[in-house]
């Protein structure tokens, strides 16, 4: 356990589903990060979140939706997905936004749209 | 799972082996860099990390070499494992204007017994 953990490990959804990631940090963090790792690409990040607040939004489509209802928990909401957006999913958190903070990685989601 | 090794640099290395990871960075103003290991089905982890003042840090087994001439971060593994068979990327903090970590794309490290 890294301190980072996500849930579940494995999903399979349909495109007219809607599913939800759940990432939960007891790290003390203040600072949490969603992250897509597809097999031909780097990590690319998707939204980053300050003490629960939104910072950061990387042109992610509508269909992905965040949820940070406090520092220690961020959800990823998911609907009407394509299957492109196949990959694992990983949620990360950090002490603090920016200054040099490593970031430490839950163990991602593997999801499967069909 | 998925390999995320697809189309990376892969390095093959027998076990006993001293293994070194290289990854080149484009920002001269980065002041901190972290070297990720990602085993197959799990997330990245961290392994060794060094801040731009300093320009080799040791840790077991492991020693990153920071050479900001030429913007070349390395990773030098000693006695290279079956069990460090991953993935390694580096990450690099671009200081001013950025508020997250750039990731590099990674090289898949394979050790053979």
């Known amino acids: 356990e890294t301190g980072v953990t996500q849930t579940p490990r494995h999903l399979v959804m349909g495109m007219t589903n809607k599913k939800s990631l759940k990432c939960e940090q007891h790290?003390?963090?203040?600072?949490m990060y969603w992250y897509k790792q597809s097999a031909k690409k780097p990590l690319e990040l998707m939204f980053v979140?300050?003490?629960?607040?939104?910072?950061e939004n990387n042109s992610v489509p509508s269909r992905f939706s965040p949820e940070c209802p406090n520092s220690s928990h961020l959800f990823l909401h998911l609907h009407t997905l394509q299957p492109e957006d196949s990959a694992l999913y990983l949620c990360a958190s950090s002490q603090a936004l920016g200054g040099g903070y490593g970031y430490t990685f839950g163990s991602g989601t593997r999801l499967t749209v069909v | 799972g998925e390999s995320v090794g697809l189309h990376l640099p892969t390095l093959s290395v027998q076990e006993g082996d001293n293994s070194i990871i290289n990854c080149a960075y484009s920002n001269s103003a980065s002041d901190y860099f972290i070297w990720y290991k990602q085993e197959s089905g799990k997330g990245p982890q961290f392994i060794i990390d060094?801040?731009?003042?300093?320009d080799k840090r040791q840790g077991q087994r492991v020693t990153v070499l920071l050479n900001k001439t030429v913007k070349h971060l390395s990773l030098q593994i000693a006695a290279t494992q079956p069990g460090d068979s991953a993935v390694y990327f580096c990450?690099?903090?671009?200081?001013?204007?950025?508020?997250?970590?750039?990731f590099g794309k990674g090289t898949m490290l394979l050790v053979s017994p």
């Open positions: 060094i801040r731009s003042n300093m």
């Open positions: 990450a690099e903090n671009r200081s001013s204007g950025y508020s997250t970590l750039t």
């Open positions: 790290l003390g963090h203040n600072a």
């Open positions: 979140y300050n003490f629960k607040e939104q910072t």
